[in-house]
């Protein structure tokens, strides 16, 4: 049987023309596709299952930068294709992915605040006293930023003291002055120049004691040192060197000193600032605790020159313009008020008071001193009709006389002040009492020292007449002060009469309600003085060019000022270098002739 011929298709054209050609395209399409997937299911298995285990971080970081690759071009700017980064391996940190400018700056920003976040837990684990500094922000707490500490001494670094107090001088006894906490018994007012309360028989060196019965009355005082703005030392040094000062030997002179500095140095707050937070106070001037030298001849022990004691600071009443860890307070007047009210009768009447006198003197000549211009000073006096002078040598009585004293100065428009054995006398707090306007003739008797309580501007308050004038040109004082506007006279006196609170020291068994007395004063000049020394440790400030021997220009410095150059007042300070010497050796010269004042009873 004969097979039936198919009729021709278009599959047979096919075959024909490329049949087998076009089947093996199909082939080769069918295997590329299952090399595809086979590569696929690799991939996944193989290498992604194969790498190491990332954190959770990890690999959000991976899908984060993956989505950045697919976010739109901005502004429809053309974007490079990004390369995806390769997988990390086990021993290194994942690399990091490429990324634009903006995303760099975008999330630096929380970066930055986490290190900011983190700063003040570095701070407080370096700083001891951070805590202090904290206090001040809590706005709630009125003591905030003002805690002081005090050490609890034994009783032979000041009440033994008191209790000897007929030994503290050679020249006075000074038990009587010991009463009403350190003011001296009450003046009577028989030639009606003082007012009815606070008036008293004040020793111009009892500042230790009335300093330290004031502090027991200051309303921030702590038991926790943690929080304490500063720490206060309540040592008597001037009570204690006054004891030895005549016919003891230096190990005498020094023993209180050595003992104290080693009782402090093995306390734990001591440790805080290596004693930069501490500070005591002394009723004598600061020449008398520098002893320059270890011959029994020297003056003075050596407390301040201590490497420890270089470290606290030390209130006296004539600080050092040529060293740094001591600072000017006033003398202590007769004036202790008990309230506000009391201060502000006592304003009134110096306001309203008739005062004869152009000017007026209080002193003795220095015929032993040939730089002194205190002869000059009483020859002009007695030659003037517009002058009143008051002579106090050869022991006479009204120059011990408060009452008399006040009157002259309450009756005077000016009151000369010059130098007195050192660079300051009490007198100058007397006659600012009085509103007289003091006129000095040296910038170490009251400019370059008590920079705390008084104007950096002299001027406001004060006659500056170069002791030169007075000691080569014979300048006129009469003709000098005459030339004041009487409108200049009359707002320099309200200067004056303005300061008084802040240069008397208040009743150590009372406090003043609103105004601040010159205890007030100094302890908030030491708390900013430590608060900020605090702040420039953190911030890593350090003063390398500071110069101790220029200190006394640092005092006149504004706020915020570092930088000290040539001053108008140089000459009064370099001089004694110019002649070959310490400059501080000529002042405890002068300490120790000093102690001839006390004997007069007048300085």
């Given amino acids: 049987m004969r097979r039936r011929p198919v009729l021709p298709s278009h599959h047979d054209d096919?075959?024909?023309?490329?049949?087998?050609?076009?089947?093996?395209?199909?082939?080769?399409?069918?295997?590329?596709?299952?090399?595809?997937?086979?590569?696929?299911?690799?991939?996944?298995?193989?290498?992604?299952?194969?790498?190491?285990?990332?954190?959770?971080?990890?690999?959000?970081?991976?899908?984060?930068?993956?989505?950045?690759?697919?976010?739109?071009?901005?502004?429809?700017?053309?974007?490079?294709d990004l390369p995806l980064a390769p997988p990390a391996r086990a021993s290194e940190p994942p690399p990091p992915v490429a990324r634009s400018k903006e995303e760099v700056v975008e999330e630096e920003k929380p970066a930055a605040g986490a290190r900011q976040e983190e700063a003040p837990t570095k701070v407080a684990a370096s700083y001891p006293?951070?805590?202090?500094?904290?206090?001040?922000?809590?706005?709630?707490?009125?003591?905030?930023?003002?805690?002081?500490?005090?050490?609890?001494?034994?009783?032979?670094?000041?009440?033994?003291?008191?209790?000897?107090?007929?030994?503290?001088?050679?020249?006075?006894?000074?038990?009587?002055?010991?009463?009403?906490?350190?003011?001296?018994?009450?003046?009577?007012?028989?030639?009606?120049?003082?007012?009815?309360?606070?008036?008293y028989g004040t020793n111009q060196f009892s500042v230790d004691v009335i300093f330290g019965n004031r502090m027991k009355q200051y309303e921030c005082l702590t038991k926790d040192s943690s929080i304490a703005a500063a720490v206060f030392v309540p040592f008597y040094a001037g009570f204690d060197i006054a004891r030895y000062l005549w016919g003891y030997n230096i190990s005498t002179r020094d023993a209180a000193s050595l003992d104290l500095v080693d009782w402090l140095m093995n306390k734990p707050e001591w440790n805080v600032m290596g004693g930069r937070d501490h500070f005591l106070v002394a009723g004598r001037i600061t020449w008398d605790f520098r002893r320059l030298t270890e011959e029994e001849s020297d003056w003075g022990s050596k407390l301040l020159f201590l490497p420890a004691a270089k470290n606290m600071s030390m209130?006296?009443?004539?600080?050092?313009?040529?060293?740094?860890?001591?600072?000017?307070?006033?003398?202590?007047?007769?004036?202790?008020?008990?309230?506000?009210?009391?201060?502000?009768?006592?304003?009134?009447?110096?306001?309203?008071?008739?005062?004869?006198?152009?000017?007026?003197?209080?002193?003795?000549?220095?015929?032993?001193?040939?730089?002194?211009?205190r002869g000059q000073l009483i020859d002009q006096c007695r030659?003037?009709?517009?002058?009143?002078?008051?002579?106090?040598?050869?022991?006479?009585?009204?120059?011990?006389?408060?009452?008399?004293?006040?009157?002259?100065?309450?009756?005077?428009?000016?009151c000369l002040q010059p130098q007195g054995d050192s660079y300051t006398r009490r007198s100058a707090f007397d006659s600012m009492l009085a509103g007289c306007i003091p006129v000095f003739f040296h910038p170490g008797s009251a400019y370059v020292q008590y920079t705390w309580h008084l104007p950096?501007?002299?001027?406001?308050?004060?006659?500056?007449?170069p002791e030169d004038d007075i000691r080569t040109r014979n300048a006129s004082i009469e003709e000098r002060l005459k030339s004041i506007h009487p409108d200049v006279v009359k707002n320099m006196r309200e200067e004056v009469i303005n300061l008084i609170p802040r240069v008397i020291y208040a009743?150590?068994?009372?406090?003043?309600?609103?105004l601040k007395d010159a205890f007030d004063v100094s302890i908030e000049a030491i708390i900013n003085k430590v608060t900020k020394l605090?702040?420039?440790?953190?911030?890593?400030?350090?003063?390398?060019?500071?110069?101790?021997?220029?200190?006394?220009?640092?005092?006149?410095?504004?706020?915020?000022?570092?930088?000290?150059?040539?001053?108008?007042?140089?000459?009064?300070?370099?001089?004694?270098?110019?002649?070959?010497?310490?400059?501080?050796?000529?002042?405890?010269?002068?300490?120790?002739?000093?102690?001839?004042?006390?004997?007069?009873?007048?300085?």
């Fill in 534 to 603: 605090r702040r420039d440790i953190i911030a890593g400030r350090e003063d390398k060019d500071f110069i101790e021997e220029n200190s006394w220009k640092y005092s006149l410095l504004e706020d915020g000022q570092r930088t000290i150059g040539p001053h108008e007042w140089d000459p009064f300070f370099s001089k004694p270098k110019e002649k070959g010497g310490d400059p501080s050796s000529s002042s405890a010269e002068a300490a120790k002739n000093s102690w001839k004042s006390e004997q007069r009873g007048q300085n």
């Fill in 383 to 414: 030659s003037s009709s517009v002058c009143k002078l008051l002579e106090c040598d050869l022991g006479e009585s009204k120059c011990h006389s408060p009452s008399t004293i006040m009157k002259m100065f309450q009756s005077s428009l000016f």
């Fill in 507 to 514: 009743d150590p068994r009372s406090k003043l309600e609103t």
């Fill in 14 to 80: 096919m075959e024909k023309g490329g049949g087998k050609l076009a089947s093996s395209r199909l082939c080769f399409l069918a295997t590329l596709c299952a090399m595809f997937w086979v590569l696929i299911f690799y991939f996944h298995f193989a290498v992604v299952s194969n790498e190491p285990d990332t954190s959770a971080a990890q690999a959000g970081e991976v899908r984060i930068a993956r989505a950045r690759l697919q976010l739109p071009k901005p502004d429809g700017a053309a974007r490079r």
């Fill in 315 to 373: 209130l006296v009443v004539e600080s050092s313009p040529w060293n740094s860890n001591d600072f000017g307070i006033p003398y202590p007047t007769y004036f202790h008020p008990a309230k506000d009210a009391d201060v502000f009768l006592w304003q009134d009447r110096m306001r309203s008071l008739e005062r004869p006198w152009l000017f007026s003197f209080a002193g003795a000549p220095r015929p032993g001193d040939p730089m002194s211009i």
């Fill in 129 to 199: 006293f951070e805590r202090a500094l904290k206090t001040a922000e809590n706005k709630s707490d009125p003591c905030g930023g003002r805690y002081i500490y005090v050490h609890e001494l034994p009783p032979r670094f000041n009440e033994d003291m008191l209790r000897d107090c007929e030994k503290l001088s050679v020249w006075t006894n000074m038990c009587r002055f010991m009463s009403n906490d350190g003011l001296g018994p009450p003046l009577s007012d028989e030639e009606g120049v003082f007012s009815s309360t606070g008036w």
């Fill in 456 to 465: 950096k501007n002299y001027t406001r308050y004060s006659v500056f007449i």
